[in-house]
């Protein structure tokens, strides 16, 4: 049944929505979605076309049991506005965020740019949200019981050293509606927001999250998402940091802010400006960000491997690079909604 689907969306959707800026089409499809599934019975049959139930793609991790282990990954329902419209795409877990703890703006317009040339997207959102607030109250009304990544930062108006505060407060907030936590330090587009992935703010963070979370009743799985810009020697850094924190696992990666290699001219690269590139060009360096880490991190530490699947086959690679679970976002643009289920269906095929 998806096959149709994909080729609709290759030759004619994608081309149309192509048109247009890319943050408006985005906004668009979420107000399509949610016209449309007020039809009745369409949910359930966009359900039926692109849901994959089979006990095989089951994890049990985290303390979790994911029905599969595709997601979606943050910045793509940043305010928990479409979970329930996500879900009938057969999804095994969502990602909101990332959430700061005071609605903010972000960057200014335009600050998506397509790279069609490479299957890639360079984005400089800078942290646009409603805050955490907002997305508490629309969680409580969720209707699918989906398992939630919250993926927490720090505002922009926040300095460095009072960011641990932010985390703190939207771990806090969040905590009964989440499944699982995300603190981000790797954005490129919050200014100097890497640099608290140092060996020294790092560790003070986690530690003061992982106080926090000992400090109740029922912990929750806490998730460290890195750059994949870090040297060896940040990355052995930063497993060292995991293990003394005990966190249960880390996310690699965000995206890149290196342009090497593209078929996009370097005039239009230019033109674009700064901003994290996510597609297909990550898609190598984040699958040996997971192999490194796998390696010094051992088998017990839970790793969700994320950057540049834009086939079935790339998704296949990542876990066997050794991530536990994965995530898409540009692969899901590229793609379009049939691409979670040709995933899930290639995991079943390759029995992994
Ligand atoms: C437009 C856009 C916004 C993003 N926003 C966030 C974000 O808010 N927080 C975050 O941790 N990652 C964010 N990301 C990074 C993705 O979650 C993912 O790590 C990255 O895009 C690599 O995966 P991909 O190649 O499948 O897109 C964003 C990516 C894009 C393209």
Do not use: W
């Not at 303390?63 to 793509?76: D, I, Q, R, S």
């Not at 249960?248 to 700064?274: H, K, S, Y």
């Not at 990542?318 to 289920?341: D, E, M, R, S």
């Amino acid at each position: 049944m998806h096959k149709p689907f994909t080729v609709l969306y290759k030759y004619l959707i994608r081309p149309l929505l192509f048109l247009f800026d890319p943050e408006k089409v985005h906004l668009f499809t979420i107000k399509l979605l949610s016209i449309l599934y007020k039809i009745p019975g369409l949910h359930l049959l966009v359900s039926k076309m692109f849901v994959v139930k089979n006990k095989k793609l089951e994890r049990n991790i985290l303390g979790l049991t994911f029905e599969n282990p595709v997601g979606l990954a943050a910045g793509f329902d940043k305010d928990a506005t479409m979970i329930d419209l996500l879900v009938p795409f057969g999804f095994g877990y969502l990602e909101i965020g990332t959430l700061t703890p005071k609605p903010q703006p972000g960057n200014e317009k335009p600050r998506l740019f397509r790279l069609p040339k490479d299957q890639a997207l360079i984005n400089r959102m800078g942290f646009n949200n409603h805050g955490v607030e907002e997305a508490i109250a629309r969680l409580k009304k969720r209707k699918s019981n989906i398992i939630i990544g919250g993926n927490i930062g720090k505002n922009k108006v926040t300095d460095n050293e009072l960011a641990i505060n932010d985390y703190e407060y939207s771990f806090e907030a969040l905590f009964d509606v989440v499944d699982y936590f995300v603190v981000n330090v790797s954005s490129p587009n919050t200014p100097n927001l890497r640099e608290l992935q140092n060996k020294e703010p790092l560790t003070n963070l986690l530690q003061r999250l992982q106080d926090r979370n000992n400090a109740k009743e029922i912990r929750k799985p806490i998730l460290l998402k890195i750059a994949p810009d870090l040297t060896d020697s940040e990355l052995l850094d930063i497993v060292e940091i995991v293990k003394a924190a005990k966190i249960d696992g880390i996310i690699a990666t965000n995206t890149t802010v290196e342009r090497q290699g593209l078929l996009t001219g370097p005039r239009e690269i230019a033109a674009f400006g700064a901003g994290g590139l996510s597609g297909l060009p990550l898609k190598d360096r984040s699958t040996g960000v997971i192999k490194f880490m796998r390696h010094h991190l051992g088998d017990k530490i839970c790793i969700i491997g994320v950057g540049g699947i834009m086939t079935p086959a790339d998704a296949l690679e990542k876990l066997k690079a050794g991530a536990n679970l994965i995530q898409i976002y540009t692969g899901f643009i590229y793609n379009g909604p049939a691409f979670v289920k040709k995933i899930n269906q290639a995991i079943l095929n390759a029995d992994l």
